[in-house]
């Protein structure tokens, strides 16, 4: 039988970055990774979502920091997937708010899709717990799994609907870490990250070895979490990003997002590591720097980038909490 249901729910997800990336879908429909992957949840980029379900709409209507919508592919799958589970043909009427430079590599669409998910459940009135509620988020967008949880998340590839989900780590002892995020560029990029993980999984020569440095680099990983390694924690985070936007520049034809901007970060980092001052680099599908330190190196790293950043363009945060739902 099919009901309809009237209903209205909020939700406010952070985004996270990626320190073992994700790049690469082994199914596209369902967003099955071919790799695991490890984030980090940040406090200050959030996205705050509210979702009604209305008997009277003929369509889903989505509209993000008040401007409507005309791509709404991704969001379908989502709630596509809450009407299947709720047994209701209503359509939604989405009101979703940025805290998030979009699409620069700030992972807007990890926290977007986390809040969708979070929302429209429990406005369907679905009561999902937090791995089903990464599968539904998952259905969105990849990293996006990984946004209902705080901290540090490992998302399990798995290699189907049930199986793929993400966690929080365990064990966690490195507990001192801030991220000081360098906007290089606000633009929109040209090469989505779908996009640009299905062509370096189709047409890199070294695609096939990145599965088996993602194997590693997570163990690697995880020993450093659990021993309160910031070093350690700091090179394998770097190290991995590298090889991912290997990926890119190795691809058929090749790619990259890194802009000039990008690379005079990397070198202030390293310019700062010389100096004694502990910090590393990681970069999502954008051109926009995140620098790993410990909070006694915050003011060193800001006065450094300052010489060639504005402080709009500077901004810190630390680890973030996981979704939160509000039921209106
Ligand atoms: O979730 P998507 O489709 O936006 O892809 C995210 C890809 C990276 O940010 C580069 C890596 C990751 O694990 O988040």
Not at 75 to 84: C, D, E, G, I, K
Not at 136 to 159: H, N, Q, T, Y
Not at 296 to 302: E, F, Q, S, T
Request: glycine letters at 6%.
């Amino acid at each position: 039988m099919t009901t309809s249901v009237d209903n209205t729910a909020s939700a406010i997800a952070h985004t996270n970055i990626a320190l073992i990336k994700y790049w690469g879908k082994a199914n596209e429909k369902l967003t099955i990774p071919y790799t695991g992957s490890i984030s980090l949840t940040l406090d200050k980029f959030y996205t705050k979502t509210k979702v009604t379900f209305d008997s009277q709409l003929h369509a889903d209507k989505l509209f993000v920091n008040g401007t409507e919508q005309t791509n709404l592919k991704k969001a379908a799958r989502v709630l596509n997937r809450v009407r299947q589970l709720a047994d209701t043909n209503s359509f939604a009427k989405i009101e979703s708010e940025n805290f998030v430079p979009t699409s620069a590599g700030f992972a807007s669409s990890a926290s977007a899709f986390a809040a969708l998910a979070g929302a429209s459940a429990a406005a369907a009135g679905l009561e999902l717990d937090k791995p089903a509620l990464s599968r539904l988020a998952r259905l969105g967008s990849g990293s996006a799994s990984r946004s209902i949880f705080g901290d540090f998340v490992e998302w399990l590839p798995g290699d189907n609907d049930e199986n793929s989900f993400a966690q929080p780590l365990e064990n966690v002892t490195l507990t001192d870490i801030a991220v000081v995020a360098v906007k290089v560029n606000a633009h929109q990029k040209t090469i989505s990250s779908s996009e640009g993980m299905k062509s370096s999984a189709q047409t890199s020569p070294y695609y096939a070895e990145w599965q088996n440095v993602v194997n590693r680099d997570i163990v690697n990983l995880k020993h450093a979490l659990t021993t309160n390694n910031f070093s350690l924690f700091g090179q394998i985070s770097e190290a991995n990003a590298m090889r991912m936007h290997a990926l890119t520049l190795s691809s058929l034809p090749p790619f990259t997002y890194f802009e000039p901007g990008t690379l005079e970060v990397i070198n202030e980092v390293q310019d700062l590591r010389a100096q004694g001052i502990e910090c590393y680099y990681t970069i999502d599908a954008g051109p926009n720097v995140k620098i790993l330190t410990q909070t006694a190196n915050i003011p060193l790293i800001k006065d450094q980038l300052s010489k060639q950043f504005s402080p709009t363009k500077i901004s810190v945060a630390h680890p973030g909490p996981g979704i939160e739902v509000i039921k209106h």
